[in-house]
């Protein structure tokens, strides 16, 4: 499909494309997203695509994938931020070295879930995930049925939904206090 | 486990291969329960923070260049923060409304400020990790104090001058475009609808994730807005940022473009006549010394003729009457 073929598509189902942003948690922003989206199409370099539409909604999920890891991430550095300028004793010399330091408590709490998954799972996951392979061929290279593979990975994705389950409390539990509300609007 | 969560994960799952009936499904499930979305924004971000690090573990750590030529299919499992921070700064150009009165603007997201200059008004500013940028008149630059690796143009033109830091590159957006340093100074002018780069010393590359082209010492990137693709052209050392030694050098640039970069230089307002605001005009022009004598040089330079209106300059073709 050339970059052309893909636009007329976008156009055609703009609508369905900012509704989807909007259920989403895009909101007001729907607009804006989906415009980016757009201008990331014009730029093409797209390999070849056999289902345009839903390459178009795997595009829009994965921009508010990114726009959501970015968003905690910025909200990590405006709280180092402002604990440099709230001052007081109770505060780090080192925020940024803080900082560093509960990212690699979730990096490793991430490594703890994935070594959690056991090795027959993990395989399977990484099949899935990484390595981008199908079902079914997951299931012929481990002899076993297309749904045990799909038990698999529901069992994969309940233990890496562990990860940052208690995080906001763990992180700064004054935090919640002050504006708990917001936090879960980002 | 809550359904809405175990709902999610099966929706995680599902639409790794899903048709475009697959996601019009999800969107009607995302629709029926306010929880629902945030159950799968959870899981998403885990199922990419967990994605990357497996990737990380398997593979070497992908380097930028890695992100960067990764098919676009494999998205979900990297770290792109590009198109959120265009979209961010974006706002805030919207969003400067408050004047204070100074010559900064506080905007209503106290980390992000914008400093603009008047027309004949030139700035410096240094940012921490070494990067110093001078703005040249009727130029509006967007900063980030939680960031100072960032910057937006949003108007006007600025020489940058930065120093490389392999692990944070500097990176500015201009005209929806992206210019990421690789240890350099530059300078960039986005004025009538098209973003220009120049590159004094070092490199800079344009659009790291799309033309990913690479301009050295000597270049010059102009990119009109719309879809025609950027040219590059090669441009005098001396030149770049001529405005700073109030050396104003044009290629090919119509009478309009260059009466406005004029007037951003050294405030003197001049407008030009639509009879002639076309026409091209290629040269250097040196708008050092009197405000006053410089419409006279004009006539000269541009073959036009140059009547006062009040406070402002006029340009007229050289055969207009009076």
Known sequence: MTVDGLLAVFMTNRAALVRFLRARGAGDDADDIAQDLWVKLAAGGQGPIADPLAYLYRMANNLMIDRHRMASRRRDREQSWITIERGGDDVSDEPSAERRLLSRERLAEIDGRIDALGPRTSAIFRRFRLDGVSHGQIAAEHGISVSAIEKHLRKAYRILSAIGADDAAAEDPERLDRGGANDAAG | ?322
């Open chain 2, 1 to 322: 486990m809550p359904r809405a969560e175990e709902e999610a994960i099966g929706w995680i799952i599902r639409l790794r291969d899903a048709t475009s009936a697959d996601w019009e499904s999800f969107t009607l499930w995302l629709e029926a329960d306010v929880r629902h979305a945030p159950a799968y924004e959870r899981l998403a971000t885990i199922d990419a923070d967990a994605a990357d690090r497996m990737f990380q573990h398997t593979a070497a750590a992908p380097t930028r260049i890695d992100v960067r030529e990764a098919p676009p299919v494999q998205e979900s499992a990297r770290y792109r923060p590009q198109s959120y921070r265009r979209r961010w700064l974006g706002g805030i150009a919207a969003g400067v409304a408050v004047a204070t009165g100074a010559t900064m603007l506080i905007t209503s997201t106290p980390a992000t400020y914008a400093v603009p200059t008047a027309p004949g008004q030139t700035r410096s500013i240094v940012l921490s990790e070494g990067t110093r940028i001078v703005l040249d008149g009727d130029t509006k630059l967007l900063l980030d104090r939680r960031d100072p690796r960032m910057a937006e143009l949003a108007s006007g033109e600025a020489l940058f001058t930065v120093t490389h830091n392999v692990r944070h590159p500097f990176e500015l957006r201009v005209g929806g475009a992206r210019v990421e340093d690789l240890g350099t100074v530059f300078d960039v002018r986005r004025r009538a609808a098209a973003t220009e780069v120049s590159v004094a010393s070092g490199a800079v590359l344009y659009n790291p994730d799309s033309d990913a082209l690479r301009l050295g010492a000597g270049d010059r990137l102009r990119d009109p807005d719309g879809p025609a693709p950027p040219t590059r052209s090669h441009v005098a050392l001396a030149d770049v940022a001529g405005w700073r030694d109030a050396r104003l050098s044009f290629d090919d640039r119509s009478l309009a473009e260059v009466a406005a970069e004029i007037r951003a230089t050294t405030g003197v307002p001049l407008q030009v006549s639509p009879a002639i605001a076309e026409r091209r005009f290629t040269g250097v022009i040196v708008v050092a010394g009197s405000r006053d004598a410089l419409p006279r040089k004009l006539e000269a330079l541009l073959d036009v003729k140059a009547v006062r209106r009040g406070a402002v300059w006029l340009l007229l073709p050289a055969g207009a009457g009076r």
